[in-house]
């Protein structure tokens, strides 16, 4: 398995309040994507990093920021989390761009915002 | 745009039932296609993979094959077991644009005993 660690794994929040998902990955693998999970959705990539300091939009970064100092971790802030943000948020980790690029996935962080 | 359409869950199926999950997609150039399953608690893994067309994944027997006139991927497995209960997800990333996978809705399997 790869080694990809999501902190926490569940949260509940309240409205307005500022919210930081952590992934951790011990593979060194230069890409990392944060996704959520919602039905009827599958998954939808809010934002990715392709090396340290270097980050992209995805296709629903409203509302979401993040950094990445360091290879080995990817956060994902909400700096005001509101009921929309209530999902299950994928860390990813991939080796590189191209053709047949496999994603690696951690477990999962639950998010409930009241 | 870009994006996958998979047929609409759930599956409910007996051991030993033939699967069919249905994959169509739309894309700009000649994207690579992929098949993730999600096992209850668990993060998505890669099931299979096809980058050209006419090429077969093949994995734990599950087989897709990458049809570009029909621009399908469609997942079957001839006899399913209760292990193979999980969500499928059908998905589809563009060459040297792979930070851009793009997902299907997942459809969830259920096979009975």
């Known amino acids: 398995d790869a080694g990809i660690t999501q902190s926490p794994r569940h949260k509940v929040t309240e409205t307005g309040t500022p919210v930081t998902l952590r992934c951790h990955q011990t593979?060194?693998?230069?890409?990392m994507y944060w996704y959520r999970q919602d039905p009827g959705h599958g998954l939808r990539l809010i934002h990715y990093?392709?090396?340290?300091?270097?980050?992209d939009k995805g296709e629903v970064s409203d509302g979401y920021s993040v950094s990445r100092s360091k290879t080995e971790d990817f956060l994902l802030t909400l700096e005001s989390a509101t009921s929309s943000q209530t999902s299950v948020y994928f860390c990813?980790?991939?080796?590189?761009?191209?053709?047949?690029?496999?994603?690696?996935f951690g477990e999962g962080s639950r998010l409930t915002v009241l | 745009g870009n994006s996958v359409t998979q047929m609409e869950g759930p599956v409910t199926l007996s051991e030993e039932a033939f699967l069919t999950i249905n994959c169509t997609y739309t894309?700009?150039?000649?994207?690579?296609l992929f098949w993730y399953v999600q096992y209850p608690g668990e993060g998505l893994q890669l099931l299979l993979k096809?980058?050209?067309?006419?090429d077969k994944g093949s994995n734990k027997g599950f087989e897709a094959t990458y049809r570009k006139e029909t621009t399908s991927f469609h997942l079957e497995k001839g006899s399913v077991q209760v292990s193979d209960s999980a969500v499928y997800f059908c998905?589809?990333?563009?060459?040297?644009?792979?930070?851009?996978?793009?997902f299907g809705a997942g459809t969830r399997l259920t096979v009975k005993p």
């Open positions: 990813a980790i991939s080796e590189g761009r191209g053709a047949g690029g496999e994603l690696f």
């Open positions: 593979e060194n693998h230069r890409y």
């Open positions: 990093s392709y090396g340290v300091k270097d980050t």
């Open positions: 894309a700009t150039g000649y994207p690579s």
């Open positions: 096809a980058t050209k067309a006419d």
């Open positions: 998905a589809l990333s563009l060459p040297y644009n792979n930070n851009d996978m793009r």
